[in-house]
């Protein structure tokens, strides 16, 4: 037992996943040493009201944040190693290399998370912006209190925020996005398209099948140039194209990498001691008997606890099992997702698709996989739980039919 | 132990729903409905792990 004995545990990564790691090996009983290691100067923040109510017109200006630092330090007892970039990783001495210093760990949570992706060209334009962390945030936020005039890249979920946002202000907003449907990969084609609805009721020009051909403007964005030449004049460009691991800072050190570090169903990264968790983390779900990577609020806060458990108790390591699960706001709806998107056929239990209310059971073979719902909140976490337990497709299609009776029944005595 | 729901907080995401479906449910217009303000003996772990793990803090517990 004393080769597993753990004295001290580094926690690279302080957002989400990073400080529910550090709750979760204090609540286990873990009384050595811990240093929390975040590359921004703030304290950790939560970041889905980043693109929602830290861009409402009136909203707060301030991040959501978990713990004060008196808490984090005097209360949990953990060192914080802030404004602190890790810059590499010695997995045969044990050490991290973070903000010019060197951290010794006998366990270690790599939840680096993941960055946005840029567009190239763009760099030191002003206006051009991703929405990532709380400073992107700000400075989005400033440009619509303005009024700008806004083109998003990517027709995904942060950018159709943003979308939501600036039509809350009554500004004019085009979203370009390259795919011929957008959310293709988050819910399928066809359904993408029938959320994006949403954006032609609520005034959001939506341009898909275009791309970017040039951001215009000298020093300062003025315009997008698509590539049908179309110049879409713009104060502010908000770019969603996705994310990367941020894995860049482990080259060198010998950890397994693609796409995410890669762990086994226990969040262990390939190395003594060393385990993953949040949007940089690539891990077997065997609930669905795939590797996966999710950048999702809930699996962040989970695997952050669930890693630090196992890091700090490794002899009685559990693995990670979950139904993904993220939701997302445009114009006063609620999307929620539970599962995995499949192409093999899905089918509307409730509502209408062009609608303002819909849910849509996504099948794999005879197994349920996923639920979509558009104001669907009564409904979304019910079929996330046939999901966990592997429910067939037609046992959850029997399920639809009779709460729908069920409901009408209450609705009509 | 009972349970205490900020409402100006909560945004009726469900993630409490997922962890304790016995004692939470979002209704139809997204509002959560606490189905037991008394945590249930035999659902204490699922209603604190519900507490703990709501992403807005809009839930705790009173003794």
Known sequence: MSAATVRSLVVVGASLAGLRAVEAARKAGFAGRITLIGDEPHLPYDRPPLSKQLLAPGGPTDPVTFRSRAELVAELGVELLLDAPATGLDPDSRVVHAGGEDVAYDALVVATGAAARGLPGTEGLAGVHVLRTLDDARAVRRALDEGARTVVVGAGFIGSEVASAARERGLPITIVEALPSPLVRSVGADLGTALSLLHARNGTALHCGQTVAAVEGTGRVEGVRLADGTVIDADLVVVGIGAVPRTDWLAGSGLPVDDGVVCDEFLRAGAPGIYAAGDVARWHNALFDRSMRVEHWSAAAEQGARAARNAVSP??????????????????????????????????????????????????????????????????????????????????????????????????? | ???????????????????????????????????????????????????????????RLQP
């Open chain 1, 315 to 413: 002899a009685e390591v559990q693995s990670y099992v979950t139904v993904p699960y993220f939701w997302s706001d445009w114009y006063g709806s609620r999307i929620q997702f539970a599962g995995v998107a499949t192409n093999a056929g899905h089918e509307i239990v409730s509502g209408d698709p062009a609608g303002d209310h819909f849910v849509a059971l996504y099948r794999e073979g005879d197994r349920l996989t996923g639920v979509l719902t558009l104001n669907g909140q009564r409904h979304v976490m019910k079929y996330r739980r046939l999901i966990a337990q592997r429910a067939r497709f037609d046992e959850a299609i029997a399920f639809a039919r009779t709460s729908v009776l069920r409901r009408s029944a209450t609705t009509t005595s």
């Open chain 2, 1 to 59: 132990m009972r349970i205490v729901l900020d409402r100006a907080k909560c945004t009726g995401i469900g993630i409490c729903e997922a962890l304790a479906p016995t004692v939470f449910e979002v209704d139809d217009h997204g509002e959560l409905v606490v189905l037991s303000a008394e945590v249930p003996e035999d659902a204490q772990n699922e209603v604190t792990e519900a507490v703990e793990g709501c992403p807005t803090m809009a839930l």
